[in-house]
């Protein structure tokens, strides 16, 4: 028997049809001489029905049927009898009237239920991720990842965009992250590293003359797992020549819109919105906003510049800023006000300070310390209206922006306040180039070093690298702007790039500014600069996650439900038992030892 | 100035028109007064004229350009003067009057010219690979194969195929070459494995219900890197559920004909030939024949098997097999029948004799030693006429085949035998399931442990299980065939695949006269066994090597010249330098130590 059909997609053409269908036993009901089986292929279900009186070898093979058998099923299509059709399955007008059937597979006991979506221990899950990924969700997950592919290859292969394949044992990139290595049993001593990125090939691709450059990659970092991260994620990387930061946008965005109209048809307004670092770090106090609702930050230094609270004072004497949030309609007990006050405490705040508008009157620790012109000034800056509850926090620009955007979020994710039926869709761009690292004493690439900075700030590089005094040179450097700009969807970044330098001075200055010798650039990224020497065109790029965009687009929490075979957060894979141990022959040819102590 | 338009697209559309142009100085001539420019950007070639009686700065600019500068150039399409049209250009009936020329970037003077296609080491190739990628060929490979991708997955895409990525950090999977191991931070003195291929993995797919899996994916495995071998290399995979080989032959090559067609414009017959194992081996001695050309092997044996002559007598009497080739037409002089000798004894033969049959006499050093009878029945099987050499070879069946099958490729190569425009594509097929290694006196996989006998022959595998002399177990055992599928393209495997066991009794069974004990298949390939109990479907599949499939398609030697960033033979990339020594600190948080005495 061979099958002719997927059971998902038994319709009206089959009536009175013979097919064969193939899946898994869904569930199996016998009403005594009748068996009902629900099988189930990739594209859906359908209702087989076997009776005793009429099939009586197929009965006898469908008794002893269990859940996630797999069978082979000969059978007519019928309309089901008035009454029993269910009209939430796709083929729930039809079943199909069995009278062969083979049994093709058993399946011993199940450690979870497949046809219901009942929760299960991720460790579980992944060790038997055969049947995880049978739950229909899961399935569901991973089809969408597959179309997902297809919509962006289509898109990027119709702008003229040719994929080419980087290589996987290579050179550590210089993202910033740890590299996983490869010992190399050639070379002795010597390590291969797994990509962090493709970013010096893709780069390498433009000075080859590729103009235009794609691939949808896997990318390694060793990094300590946090809440949602892997050793490996898919990148979808793009590099295009002859073109500045608008092109990279446009097809960006085009790219975005096709995935959001075929996969869940939905029509993204274009352009989509741009809004500056240093909008977004004074408005949302983070670089990543999620804009789908409010609580926006609002700075009363200004209104405060005066004020005799030596809480407040301290910090806006020392360079420091006050910087609030309107609670919109939200009364808060005071037992709320102390766990927000505790949360921010964690969060780095020395404090948090509130007001409430409540019945008319001002309920707050701090009110007696202010003039009344001081909570005027403030309330009305902040729009604060009767019913509202203020919080405001004073600390350094770095520490308020960190600890209220942290509180923003989970005010909003406690007051029910996000509009799940929103994507909110905006670039960050006018990031700075560079930024001073208190902890190493030297400027570190916001993005990376290969980011061009904006022609007109060219000559304050140059000023701060002639400058002697280091805080003249800080505030060179901090004024200037990186050509780079971040996509984020719904308060996460899933996507960053930049035009990149092609002029090797240019970049020489850079690694200049970053305090990288000539020596240590030639070893890092030689081949990068030897390519700028020949004929470098002027290019640009980006990458998206697309773990973290797809896991966004499916509303998923985790990226682990959009990847087939993912890792725990301790790096395991329950599924195979990676990492193991391995032979020593194998380390002795590899030339390392293992150093357990 | 912003590009309008791409060199190479320059046609009759754009008379008249002003243009902007991006690209780098192909090739400039100055004929005093006007400046010739080809410009070339990745889709060709176009000729730039500037005047200076006309345009007195841009000749300026013009006249400082090199080979390779990166410049952008504005001006007007008009039809080249009558006489100085190039046909072999594709653009090569207009030029480009340009007014407008910016110098984008300049180029260092080239290590090798672009130009021209000048042969130049490999090693420089790979150093300056931005350079080398430049040349017409080369980045026509990489056009070349940019389109096979989209090809592929096309033609995979429309039959119900869904792409999911599979883990590169993984264990061992048993493919029988060498890991690349990573060491693992998390998990002191544990390692994961790079895939060699993803099995297993798609296996389990297989399981959890994805009907029809493909990933155009890399696969890694640390082999030592013979003639023609990348340490990284890239596989078309594909696994399919309730099928046989058929199914899998089907799809297989509609996909090699998809991209016969649209790549190279040749329809390719259909079914491809099929011819089994054993019959490749006797007239080829090669489970990988190249039929561009004749030189088939014959079998001799019967004819000899009454012989006196001792050599052959005491090879056939152990065993052995008397086996040549009729050199049709090739009238061979006596030194080049001693290097023949040379070669056949380099390859493990004991010598070789020959016949020759010249002006109707035969020249021979063993005629002597045969009856006329014997030496006209061995004429008469070889079909020798007048002007042929017959060379014959007498050993072990496997030596003789190993001597002669290269015997007759290096015969066909070094007298232009092979037919260049002709394609060869056959599928060999029942193969043996398992051979007896003699080395390690145990069974070994012919494909790997996971491919199925044919249904008639396990009975055989049962009994040989039983058996107590070993050489009733071999004789059994050499007798199991496979359902496994080669693919063979002009005498190379550019695929293979077969039938998988989804029985989990089938698959120990297959794990015991491997000589593998429960733990150890439970250690390396415990996840996939498991997976068999739960519902496992019977499924088949197939992987293509993509980069040798390339290769032969565009007639090149050596698949680093489909790959955009090959290793060298010692897996070396000259480019970036990798693999390189890296910091102790990463070493110690790897909890590794080098061992390099």
């Given at each position: 028997?061979?099958?002719?059909?997927?059971?998902?997609?038994?319709?009206?053409?089959?009536?009175?049809?013979?097919?064969?269908?193939?899946?898994?036993v869904h569930r199996v009901r016998n009403h005594g001489g009748v068996i009902f089986i629900d099988l189930r292929d990739r594209e859906g279900l359908v209702q087989v029905v076997v009776e005793e009186s009429v099939n009586p070898e197929a009965y006898n093979v469908a008794d002893q049927l269990r859940s996630e058998y797999v069978v082979c099923v000969k059978g007519v299509v019928r309309k089901r009898p008035p009454g029993t059709e269910n009209p939430k399955l796709k083929t729930g007008m039809y079943e199909v009237v069995g009278y062969e059937i083979e049994v093709l597979n058993t399946c011993e006991p199940l450690p979870f239920p497949v046809e219901e979506e009942t929760p299960v221990s991720e460790e579980l899950r992944l060790k038997y991720r055969f049947?995880?990924?049978?739950?229909?969700?899961?399935?569901?997950?991973?089809?969408?990842?597959?179309?997902?592919?297809?919509?962006?290859?289509?898109?990027?292969?119709?702008?003229?965009?040719?994929?080419?394949?980087?290589?996987?044992?290579?050179?550590?990139?210089?993202?910033?992250?740890?590299?996983?290595?490869?010992?190399?049993?050639?070379?002795?001593?010597?390590?291969?590293?797994?990509?962090?990125?493709?970013?010096?090939?893709?780069?390498?691709?433009?000075?080859?003359?590729?103009?235009?450059?794609?691939?949808?990659?896997?990318?390694?970092?060793?990094?300590?797992?946090?809440?949602?991260?892997?050793?490996?994620?898919?990148?979808?990387?793009?590099?295009?020549?002859?073109?500045?930061?608008?092109?990279?946008?446009?097809?960006?965005?085009?790219?975005?819109?096709?995935?959001?109209?075929?996969?869940?048809?939905?029509?993204?307004?274009?352009?989509?919105?741009?809004?500056?670092?240093?909008?977004?770090?004074?408005?949302?106090?983070?670089?990543?906003?999620?804009?789908?609702?409010?609580?926006?930050?609002?700075?009363?230094?200004?209104?405060?510049?005066?004020?005799?609270?030596?809480?407040?004072?301290?910090?806006?004497?020392?360079?420091?800023?006050?910087?609030?949030?309107?609670?919109?309609?939200?009364?808060?007990?005071?037992?709320?006000?102390?766990?927000?006050?505790?949360?921010?405490?964690?969060?780095?705040?020395?404090?948090?300070?509130?007001?409430?508008?409540?019945?008319?009157?001002?309920?707050?620790?701090?009110?007696?310390?202010?003039?009344?012109?001081?909570?005027?000034?403030?309330?009305?800056?902040?729009?604060?209206?009767?019913?509202?509850?203020?919080?405001?926090?004073?600390?350094?620009?770095?520490?308020?922006?960190?600890?209220?955007?942290?509180?923003?979020?989970?005010?909003?994710?406690?007051?029910?306040?996000?509009?799940?039926?929103?994507?909110?869709?905006?670039?960050?761009?006018?990031?700075?180039?560079?930024?001073?690292?208190?902890?190493?004493?030297?400027?570190?690439?916001?993005?990376?070093?290969?980011?061009?900075?904006?022609?007109?700030?060219?000559?304050?590089?140059?000023?701060?690298?002639?400058?002697?005094?280091?805080?003249?040179?800080?505030?060179?450097?901090?004024?200037?702007?990186?050509?780079?700009?971040?996509?984020?969807?719904?308060?996460?970044?899933?996507?960053?790039?930049?035009?990149?330098?092609?002029?090797?001075?240019?970049?020489?200055?850079?690694?200049?500014?970053?305090?990288?010798?000539?020596?240590?650039?030639?070893?890092?990224?030689?081949?990068?600069?030897?390519?700028?020497?020949?004929?470098?065109?002027?290019?640009?790029?980006?990458?998206?996650?697309?773990?973290?965009?797809?896991?966004?687009?499916?509303?998923?929490?985790?990226?682990?439900?959009?990847?087939?075979?993912?890792?725990?957060?301790?790096?395991?894979?329950?599924?195979?038992?990676?990492?193991?141990?391995?032979?020593?022959?194998?380390?002795?040819?590899?030339?390392?030892?293992?150093?357990?102590?």
């Open positions: 028997m061979k099958r002719t059909k997927y059971c998902g997609e038994i319709g009206e053409e089959d009536l009175g049809r013979e097919v064969v269908l193939c899946g898994w049947l995880d990924l049978r739950r229909e969700s899961m399935k569901e997950n991973i089809l969408f990842r597959h179309r997902s592919y297809q919509i962006i290859r289509r898109t990027l292969v119709e702008k003229g965009f040719v994929e080419v394949e980087t290589p996987f044992l290579t050179k550590s990139t210089p993202e910033g992250a740890r590299d996983f290595l490869v010992p190399s049993r050639l070379h002795p001593g010597k390590f291969y590293a797994l990509p962090q990125s493709p970013q010096l090939f893709k780069q390498v691709l433009m000075v080859a003359g590729i103009d235009k450059y794609f691939q949808i990659v896997k990318c390694l970092r060793d990094e300590d797992l946090r809440a949602d991260r892997q050793p490996e994620f898919t990148q979808v990387d793009i590099e295009m020549s002859f073109v500045d930061e608008e092109d990279v946008i446009q097809i960006s965005e085009e790219l975005v819109s096709n995935l959001f109209k075929e996969l869940l048809g939905i029509d993204l307004k274009r352009p989509f919105d741009r809004i500056s670092y240093a909008e977004v770090m004074e408005r949302y106090g983070t670089d990543k906003p999620d804009r789908r609702f409010g609580l926006e930050l609002v700075d009363v230094s200004q209104e405060l510049k005066e004020t005799h609270f030596m809480v407040f004072r301290s910090v806006l004497e020392t360079g420091g800023v006050v910087k609030g949030m309107n609670l919109k309609g939200l009364s808060l007990s005071r037992r709320e006000l102390d766990d927000l006050t505790k949360k921010a405490q964690e969060l780095g705040a020395r404090g948090l300070a509130w007001i409430k508008l409540e019945k008319g009157k001002l309920v707050s620790p701090i009110t007696k310390f202010l003039t009344e012109g001081e909570t005027n000034a403030l309330l009305e800056k902040m729009g604060a209206e009767e019913g509202d509850t203020i919080v405001l926090c004073a600390d350094s620009r770095d520490v308020v922006n960190k600890v209220l955007s942290s509180l923003r979020l989970q005010i909003a994710k406690q007051y029910g306040l996000i509009d799940e039926e929103k994507w909110d869709i905006l670039w960050v761009v006018d990031f700075p180039l560079l930024e001073w690292d208190q902890e190493e004493g030297r400027f570190v690439s916001v993005h990376h070093p290969f980011t061009a900075p904006r022609q007109e700030d060219i000559p304050k590089l140059e000023e701060a690298l002639r400058a002697e005094d280091p805080k003249d040179k800080i505030k060179l450097v901090s004024s200037v702007k990186a050509r780079a700009y971040d996509l984020v969807i719904n308060g996460e970044e899933v996507g960053g790039g930049s035009v990149r330098i092609h002029d090797p001075k240019l970049q020489k200055m850079i690694f200049d500014l970053l305090n990288i010798s000539q020596q240590e650039a030639e070893e890092k990224f030689g081949f990068l600069l030897r390519a700028l020497r020949y004929g470098a065109p002027p290019h640009a790029g980006i990458a998206f996650g697309l773990d973290r965009l797809l896991a966004i687009m499916r509303g998923l929490d985790s990226i682990r439900d959009v990847i087939a075979f993912p890792k725990t957060q301790k790096g395991v894979c329950p599924l195979t038992g990676a990492p193991d141990y391995v032979s020593p022959k194998q380390l002795r040819e590899l030339h390392i030892r293992p150093v357990t102590e």
